[in-house]
Every structure is written in structure tokens, then in C-alpha cells.
């Protein structure tokens, strides 16, 4: 039996996130004020019907809906299938097709907290060409720290201050978004604790506009390559593993980085 005395507790914990008053909450979910009061006092039990219209007007991922109907005693209400079999198979192969059709280009997909679940060859060329034994030694795979961290892509990466100070940005940023992901913060945490990253990284910019692209150039043998990124999430997922999945496109800049994404795959 769930600790239903967590209900109200997580209900003011989300709409305090999204910095709404009761008041608010109520306009943006057809729900009285009064009730809503109720709720977060305890003096009101909510329906499971109920906790997902409030979780939907706080924008309230998947992953903590199914912890807040848990907490008011109801059953989840979104799977977390693997990427594998238990996938949707409609899903799962247009991912594959996405993967095959950016070949010979990296094309790489990550979880929430930026761990690497799956790479065409491309990415996988790619990182060997960059990192060799490197990558094994590091002993994780998150993307995130392998671009911060002086043993993995760091010493490659040109500009590195502008790319990290980006990709801490967007992990800051998600952070904000989702309170209740303790991992993340941790992994936010982990970064700025590199070495010669700047103390004040740790407070967000949030004047600084949140880019839909970016460019990584990288430093290799005297040369330099250079790719456009782009992240796409799907759109309305129906399960927590495709809402929480970060699929990232890398496109060349420029036709020596197509030769040399090419060359890497007709040596593999």
C-alpha cells in the first residue's frame, strides 16, 4: 500500500516548481482552487483521473506521473520498455532506419541522464578513430563526461570552452525543468567538478537563447573536422523510455569532414 500522505506533499512540491499559485494551478487545470486546497492539505483524496489532469497542466514528466500516482495509491500509468524487443516495433525500426539513412555520419542516441544506448557505425567509427582505448578505460559511457573529461574528447574538441559551457547549459536548463531528478543533478555536479571548469558555470545563464543546433569541430592529426549537431526527441510519446530518449544527428560542415566520415567507414 502506497504512503498516501506523499500525495500533497508531491503536488505542492510541482506546482511550487512551476512557480504557479493554487490559484494558477486551478485556471490551467479546470480544477476549483478550494479542491486543489484540499489536495495538498490531505483533506481531499483524488481520483487516478484526477492526478493526471493536474500532473498534465504542471507538465509533469511521465516517469514522475507514474510517482505521483503511486503516491495517491493508484497503479502506474506508462511503461518503460527497453530498447529491444519489448519496443514498439514500428519505433524500434524507424530508429534503425534513421541510423542507417545518416551513415556514413554519426547518429547516436542517449537516455535522460545522457548515457549512450545506441550508435550507427558512423558514431562508433567515429569515437574509435578519436578515443582508441581510451573509451573502455574511462570505465562509463555518458556523453556528457566524455566531453568534459581531459582522458576522453576534450583534448580534441576545438573551442572546448563554448561546446561545454553549451552542453552544461542544456543540462542545467533540464535540471531546472525537472526538480525531482536527483541523477541529473548529480551528473551536473560531476561536471563542473573537472578540472579547469570555471566556478561561476555553476550558476545557469539563463539569458543565454537555448540553441536547437550547435557546431563541434574537433582537432585530429593536424587537421580540423567539423560537424552540425541536431537533437530530436519524439514528439507525444507513450511510454517513458521514447519521452526521456535524445537522438543526435551530426551533419558535416564542410566536405573535407565528408571525406574524412567516408575514409573512417571504408576502413571499418
Same mark, same amino acid.
Given at each position: 500500500m502506497a504512503d498516501q500522505s506523499m500525495f500533497p506533499v508531491l503536488l505542492r512540491h510541482w506546482r511550487n516548481a512551476r512557480g504557479l499559485t493554487q490559484l494558477d494551478l486551478a485556471g490551467a487545470s479546470d480544477v476549483s482552487a478550494r479542491h486543489i486546497s484540499f489536495?495538498?492539505? %490531505?483533506?481531499a483524496r483524488p481520483s487516478r483521473e484526477m492526478v493526471l489532469q493536474l500532473a498534465a497542466a504542471l507538465d509533469v514528466p511521465m516517469r514522475e506521473q507514474n510517482g505521483l500516482?503511486?503516491?495517491? %495509491?493508484?497503479? #502506474?500509468?506508462?511503461g518503460e520498455p527497453g530498447l529491444g524487443a519489448d519496443l514498439d516495433p514500428l519505433v524500434r525500426r524507424t530508429i534503425e532506419q534513421m541510423m542507417a539513412q545518416q551513415e556514413p555520419y554519426p547518429l547516436l542516441a542517449m537516455d535522460r541522464h545522457y548515457d549512450l544506448v545506441l550508435a550507427n557505425k558512423g558514431c562508433t567509427n567515429l569515437l574509435a578513430h578519436v578515443l582508441g582505448d581510451r573509451l573502455a578505460k574511462l570505465g562509463h559511457n555518458n556523453v556528457l563526461r566524455i566531453a568534459f573529461d581531459p582522458e576522453g574528447l576534450r583534448p580534441f574538441i576545438h573551442d572546448w570552452h563554448g561546446t561545454a559551457r553549451h552542453l552544461l547549459l542544456r543540462l542545467q536548463r533540464e535540471v531546472l525543468q525537472n526538480p525531482a531528478d536527483h541523477e541529473s543533478k548529480q551528473l551536473l555536479s560531476a561536471l563542473c567538478s573537472y578540472p579547469d571548469v570555471p566556478a561561476?558555470?555553476?550558476? +545557469?545563464d539563463l539569458t543565454t537563447p537555448s &540553441?536547437?543546433?550547435? !557546431?563541434? #569541430?574537433l582537432n585530429l !592529426? %593536424?587537421?580540423?573536422?567539423?560537424? &552540425?549537431?541536431?537533437?530530436?526527441?519524439?514528439?507525444? +510519446?507513450? !511510454?517513458?523510455?521514447?519521452?526521456e530518449l535524445k537522438l543526435e544527428s551530426y551533419f558535416p560542415l564542410d566536405e573535407a569532414t565528408e571525406r574524412f566520415c567516408r575514409d573512417l567507414a571504408d576502413r571499418s
Open positions: 489536495l495538498e492539505t %490531505g483533506r500516482l503511486k503516491a495517491a %495509491g493508484f497503479s #502506474e500509468a506508462y561561476d558555470w555553476r550558476i +545557469p &540553441l536547437a543546433t550547435f !557546431n563541434l #569541430e !592529426n %593536424g587537421a580540423r573536422y567539423g560537424f &552540425l549537431t541536431a537533437l530530436t526527441v519524439f514528439n507525444a +510519446p507513450q !511510454n517513458i523510455t521514447l519521452e
